[in-house]
């Protein structure tokens, strides 16, 4: 195939994934419509993920005002934070759970565009943004995790930079360095120190958002040209326009969901999950604390690699990834009765290792 064939065939598959002359308000809100139908609810789904990121932006920049990114002051002013600054504790509560709620928005938001087979062409790249965006969500909260630099922060960051670097012993040659390499970029000294919340704070408050914002607003944009899924197999029951009601509706949900995160960071405070409050202050010469386990976002994963051997769960990852990646092109023959029942089934995992994952792991290992 010659250059110039290339070129016409490369620009045509862009033109069709970017149609650009719909770019205009007409078509992306006036004659905009969304498909009515069992499945509908699931059109919110993202709506919700994008609220819950700006509650977190909105918090976390308070948060800002009185943070100490550094590993003598990180603690001191969290708690300062919490116990002395007025709205503090509230405005801290709701960052903890915004950030928990939205994972759930974004994981709920991938099954059910999955299910709904909106990934099929031409809407590939708002499939694939929508991976990188969870990819992202997880760092966000991986990153975070570390910030109020107490005791089980500091020793499950170890743990989990530690298992990246793991990953060398099952690559050849010299690419058995490179997840070494990788650790020692991201934690920035020979032990988790101050190099290590630095890099973390610059990557939670600043690269990641900016990722986020910038993946993000591609996505939308693919949205808002190609329009809702139509989501089902049949003809969807009937429509409605996307402003003003789909728009009315989903500020409707944004003000549920404002309430329900407001009442319970105001009642509930995010530590009371734990049975050990704000924890204490990381101590270098301080031993790992008992049962220490990560975000329960991250125990689909956790709880597997407790029970299974290293690299099974490496090579199922690595997998999961590039199945996802793919997924536009790997169904895209698949019928959606198909993908809904991958997608309960997917579902129905996150939810048990989630819930009862620590119970199955007690009626294995004991």
Known sequence: MKLPEII??????????????????????????????????????????????????????LLLFYYQPTVSDAHASVEFITDHVPGGSLVRNMHAWASSMMIAAVMVHLLTAFAMKAFAKPREMTWVTGVVLLGITFGLGFTGYLLPWHQVAVNATKIGLQSVQEVGQYLPGAMAEWPRIVKETIQGEAAVGQATLSRFFALHVIILPLAMMGTLGIHLLSVQLHGMSRGIDGAPKRHEKFFPTFFIKDLTVWGVAFIVLF???????????????????FNPKGSTPDGIKPEWYFYFLYYPLELLPFWVILVGSTLLGAVLMGTPWIFQNTSRKTLQILAVLAGLYLFVMTVFGEQIYHMFKG
Do not use: D, N
């Open 263 to 281: 009442v319970i960071a105001l009642c509930v405070p995010f530590e009371s999950l734990y049975s050990y409050p704000l924890f204490e202050p």
């Open 8 to 61: 016409k065939i490369t620009e045509a598959y862009v033109a069709e994934r970017f149609p650009v002359e719909k770019m205009s308000y007409s078509a992306m809100v006036v004659k905009k419509e969304v498909p009515v139908h069992r499945l509908s609810w699931a059109y919110y789904m993202g709506g919700l993920a994008l609220f819950f990121f700006g509650v977190q932006m909105v918090t976390g920049l």
